[in-house]
């Protein structure tokens, strides 16, 4: 079988997996600018700016809520809990009670306005392939996912336009994460820094996004 990991940059996968799973989680408050790419509908080229909060829940579970720019208004929210050895990530909208579960790690939600994917950022050598369940019209449908990562360096990230924070805080390993569907489709791609505890950067096929000071 096919592995779907491609381990590009010793450097970075021996540091990444020196940090804890549960440790990739903003402990402040983070600041992420969306650009809509055009596609010919009403909603191309628009910008939308949005602030991630992270929130203790009463029953000791880590939240990040997703705010559109200086609205109070829950947009949606990822719900972190711990069982035994299992981190799960629950995505949550309030406005119409629709949730998605993660699957080993990985969360995708296509077409969301919110940049609220989770991608498996610590890389596990006995998963080969990713397995999503989907609820639509009342129907349950299985999707298939693969990863990949590539070793990326500050400078080919700065000059791709992947970074908007001040890359003097950089130092060390990029990584790009790229998700692909059953026909090698790229679903989403995030960037993510060794020591970062959100990523850099995310594109989707309907918006990029960057973290912004």
């Known amino acids: ?6 381990f590009i940059g010793a450097i970075f996968f021996t540091l990444i997996s020196q940090v804890s ?4 989680w903003p402990n402040h408050s983070v600041n992420i600018v969306s650009e809509s790419i ?6 191309s080229g628009k910008t939308r700016i949005w602030k991630i909060v992270p929130q203790k829940e009463t029953d000791g579970s880590d939240s990040l809520i997703f705010f559109l720019g200086s609205s109070k208004t829950i947009i949606c929210k990822l719900n972190k809990t711990k069982k035994e050895d299992e981190t799960q ?3 949550i909208n309030p406005n119409n009670g629709q949730t998605e579960m993660s699957s ?9 306005p919110a940049p609220c994917n989770v991608l498996p950022v610590i890389p596990d050598e006995s998963t080969e392939s990713y397995k999503i369940k989907t ?3 009342g129907r349950t449908f299985l999707k298939r996912y693969s990863v ?3 070793h990326v360096d500050v400078e080919t990230a700065a000059n791709n336009g992947w970074i908007r924070i001040d890359i003097k805080n950089i130092d060390g390993q990029l990584v790009m994460i790229s998700v692909f569907d059953e026909k090698d489709k790229p679903i989403v791609q ?3 820094h060794t020591t970062g505890l959100w990523w850099l950067y995310e594109k989707t096929p309907f918006r990029h996004s960057w973290q912004v000071p």
């Not at 799973?21 to 990739?24: G, K, R």
């Not at 080993?104 to 969301?112: H, S």
């Open 135 to 137: 609820r639509a019209g």
């Open 190 to 192: 995030q960037l993510w």
């Open 104 to 112: 080993d790690g990985l969360l995708i939600l296509p077409g969301f």
């Open 148 to 150: 990949k990562r590539q």
């Open 38 to 43: 055009p596609s010919g509908n009403s909603d």
């Open 89 to 91: 990530i629950e995505w």
């Open 1 to 6: 079988m096919e592995k779907t990991f491609l």
């Open 21 to 24: 799973a549960d440790s990739l």
